[in-house]
T-cell receptor, first 114, second 115 residues
Framework: GESVGLHLPTLSVQEGDNSIINCAYSNSASDYFIWYKQESGKGPQFIIDIRSNMDKRQGQRVTVLLNKTVKHLSLQIAATQPGDSAVYFCAENKEGTSYGKLTFGQGTILTVHP | DAGVTQSPTHLIKTRGQQVTLRCSPKSGHDTVSWYQQALGQGPQFIFQYYEEEERQRGNFPDRFSGHQFPNYSSELNVNALLLGDSALYLC??????????????FGPGTRLTVL
């Protein structure tokens, strides 16, 4: 079936380093991708999104890259801080009848060491 | 704070019982989606309510049902609870049915434990 998944379940980095979290998706019809951050005891928090007609999008300290050829999505966090420690999920959506129906991947646990 | 509220925060039930979870969307939002998040997994879409009707549904049995009220708040009902229903239940609100590029705001969730 269609799915959105992650290559690495855990990632540990030192404070100040750059972090890269990867995600693979299998549905070539997906046209909208989102990264969420989920801290313990909280719901997912929107980080950044990208549409399928784009290859790159930048936010504050974060960059999302989309490679449609290999169906790969990545989230880059610059100068990672301890407050970035959380579980990161990629999610995908499709236009048409699937408005608002997000399909989430398994998640990557990011741990930032001071 | 995204403004989405859910109640209760935690809930413990036994197998076979029924449960009702509640969600109030962010101010100004008209659409509510429900997700189930098992421990160590990503959220799984249950269904979405817009204009007081179920618009979309994920791969969940009919034991899972919902309702949306005129004030856009929503309830999730689960009948005949199973141990496997233990999870964090998340509510997400959005505008206009959560169309593409329409950010969904998640609440903190309700932690349901079935014994």
């Amino acid at each position: 079936g269609e799915s959105v998944g992650l290559h690495l379940p855990t990632l540990s980095v030192q404070e100040g380093d750059n972090s890269i979290i990867n995600c693979a998706y299998s549905n070539s019809a997906s046209d909208y991708f989102i990264w969420y951050k989920q801290e313990s005891g909280k719901g997912p928090q929107f980080i950044i999104d990208i549409r399928s007609n784009m290859d790159k999008r930048q936010g504050q300290r974060v960059t999302v890259l989309l490679n449609k050829t290999v169906k790969h999505l990545s989230l880059q966090i610059a100068a990672t801080q301890p407050g970035d420690s959380a579980v990161y999920f990629c999610a995908e959506n499709k236009e048409g009848t699937s408005y608002g129906k997000l399909t989430f991947g398994q998640g990557t646990i990011l741990t930032v060491h001071p | 704070d995204a403004g989405v509220t859910q109640s209760p925060t935690h809930l413990i039930k036994t197998r076979g019982q029924q449960v009702t979870l509640r969600c109030s969307p962010k101010s100004g939002h008209d659409t509510v989606s429900w997700y189930q998040q098992a421990l160590g997994q990503g959220p799984q879409f249950i269904f979405q309510y817009y204009e007081e009707e179920e618009r979309q549904r994920g791969n969940f049995p009919d034991r899972f049902s919902g309702h949306q009220f005129p004030n856009y708040s929503s309830e999730l009902n689960v009948n005949a609870l199973l141990l496997g229903d233990s999870a964090l239940y998340l509510c997400a609100s959005s505008l206009l049915g959560g169309a593409v590029n329409n950010e969904q705001f998640f609440g903190p969730g309700t932690r349901l434990t079935v014994l």
